[in-house]
């Protein structure tokens, strides 16, 4: 029988919502029954439990608010119990994001000081802040959140009881989707949804289309949006030039969404979940919004995410790989594992932006809900045997991937030649870009790689350095904002690689 650990923080969750709190202890019994229902052995661990963490030879948190101390207690919980599913139960506020430092901040262009994430509750590495140390998950993981900074526990509570009620669709059901996409994306949208749903035929791109959308394509059950997104705001926006209109409200989503509708959103800030206090109007988030309205899976970005404006890359490719997999009938969590996995193993190297993509996207609800109906429905003990070798398999991957790949790591240790400054210059004139702060990363090899066939790496040998730089252009938008990234594979004095990536 699969098993899934639901992770959360009684103190937090007192803290919260005081004596209410109870209510979702109460929900949480009633979650496990409903898994034991549907053939999942759950049990639910207190991280501030020092009985319970005792028993697995671990630490409990006593710092809510500490990534470190959350980290270690996961990563003790799985060491003994190593579950099929990991859900975290609660926002940031009771369960916090990993404090992962973006690699591509510099204070002055990308503004993201850290690219919070939960991947690192998907791998085997110990606590860190460095994005290098995560880029091999081998774990099955999703959150479950509440509101960060509410009150009110009903949210959550109606959040499980969605969960353990949930029931898989029919595939054709997600055959027909609400695609949209910002107009000056449309190329590379159009090659997103063609390799998801085999064609992008009903694409709607924002303008001249926009928010409110008719019933036939909001009730939609694949909804899949490359569309900009603002820090704290529960919009979706299309872009024009200097026009901006909504692509989505979070305000249309009650009641006219159906239940079951799975998103993927490129945005920048997507998956934040944001204390809706400090939104002007108070309002929820994008993510709080889609899951309490019937969304059993929501992947997207906690900061700026990048893509590239005419083809594909980045935010493109992670969110076409969760997709599919959806659409191929694998639960949630797994979906969201091998797009990691899959996204990590696309290049012998992982650039800063790389790392930043891969640190920021997020699985938003129970990791062990399947959306879509597989193709081949296989009898209970047949499926258990299957994803037991299934996990085995993502963890040998994970650690492969950890082995062999290459990573963008610090500033290299000499300055660079002239030769690299002139084409740099170059090529930053080509998009407009100012050279007087570019940021420089030295490639740390992978042992693996010394193992390839000499032949093989002088045929394609691995980027030494990458460069980076970014511009910010100013817009007629009150939150919108937007970053031109160039990131440049060098090795000597020659360029590999320059990739062309906008804000997403």
């Not at 084409?423 to 100012?434: F, H, M, S, T």
């Not at 490639?443 to 460069?467: C, D, F, K």
């Amino acid at each position: 029988m699969p098993t899934k650990v639901i992770v959360s923080n009684n103190a937090a969750l007192a803290a919260k919502y005081g004596p209410a709190a109870a209510t979702i202890q109460n929900a949480i019994q009633t979650l496990i029954a409903s898994d034991a229902a549907r053939g999942i052995q759950s049990r639910y661990v207190a991280v501030d439990d020092a009985a319970t963490m005792g028993g697995f030879q671990g630490t409990a948190v006593t710092d809510p608010t500490d990534p470190r101390q959350n980290k270690g207690a996961i990563d003790d919980m799985y060491h003994a119990l190593a579950p099929d599913y990991i859900l975290i139960l609660g926002a940031p506020d009771v369960i916090p994001h990993q404090d992962v430092t973006n690699p591509l901040y510099d204070g002055q262009s990308d503004m993201d000081p850290t690219a919070w994430s939960d991947l690192p509750y998907a791998c085997d590495a110990p606590y860190s802040q460095n994005a290098q140390s995560f880029i091999g998950p081998t774990r099955v993981v999703g959150r479950l959140p509440d509101i960060t900074g509410g009150n009110d526990p009903q949210y959550l509570v109606d959040l499980m009881a969605k969960s353990g009620a949930y029931a898989s669709l029919p595939a054709a059901d997600f055959a027909s989707y609400l695609g949209a996409t910002a107009s000056v994306w449309t190329g590379s949208t159009q090659l997103s949804l063609n390799n998801v749903f085999g064609n992008y035929t009903d694409l709607q791109v924002v303008p001249p289309s926009g928010s409110p959308w008719n019933a036939n394509q909001i009730g939609r059950k694949a909804h899949f949006f490359n569309c900009h997104g603002a820090d704290t705001d529960p919009h979706f926006y299309g872009q024009q030039g200097d026009n901006y209109p909504p692509a989505l409200d979070a305000a249309e989503i009650p009641n006219r969404i159906s239940s079951g509708v799975v998103l993927v959103a490129e945005a920048c800030y997507g998956a934040q979940l944001y204390d809706p206090a400090k939104e002007p109007q108070r309002r929820l988030g994008m993510a709080n919004t889609y899951l309490a309205n019937g969304c059993p899976a929501y992947f997207g970005s906690t900061t700026i995410a990048y893509g590239d404006a005419t083809d594909n890359a980045n935010a493109d490719f992670i969110c076409q790989y969760f997709f599919e997999s959806i659409l191929k009938g694998a639960s949630s969590g797994r979906a969201a594992l091998e797009a990691r996995q899959k996204y990590a193993s696309m290049s012998p190297s992982l650039s800063p932006s790389d790392l930043k993509t891969l640190a920021q996207f997020l699985l938003l609800g129970d990791p062990s809900v399947v959306p879509v109906q597989p193709a081949v429905q296989l009898a209970p003990k047949a499926m258990d045997l299957a994803i037991s070798d299934r996990r085995k398999v993502f963890t040998l991957n994970g650690r492969a991937i950890t082995r062999s790949r290459a990573v963008a790591s610090g500033k290299p240790d000499s300055k660079r030649s002239e030769a690299i400054d002139a084409k740099l210059k170059d090529l930053a004139a080509k998009y407009n870009l100012d050279t007087s702060s570019v940021l420089s990363y030295s490639v740390q090899n992978a042992a693996e790689q010394g193992t390839l066939p000499h032949a093989l790496m002088a045929r394609a040998p691995a980027a030494s350095e990458y460069h980076v730089m970014i511009g910010r252009r100013r817009v007629k938008h009150p939150k919108v904002t937007e970053f031109t990234l160039l990131e440049v594979e060098t090795l000597g004095d020659d360029v590999v690689r320059a990739r062309h990536l906008v804000s997403r």
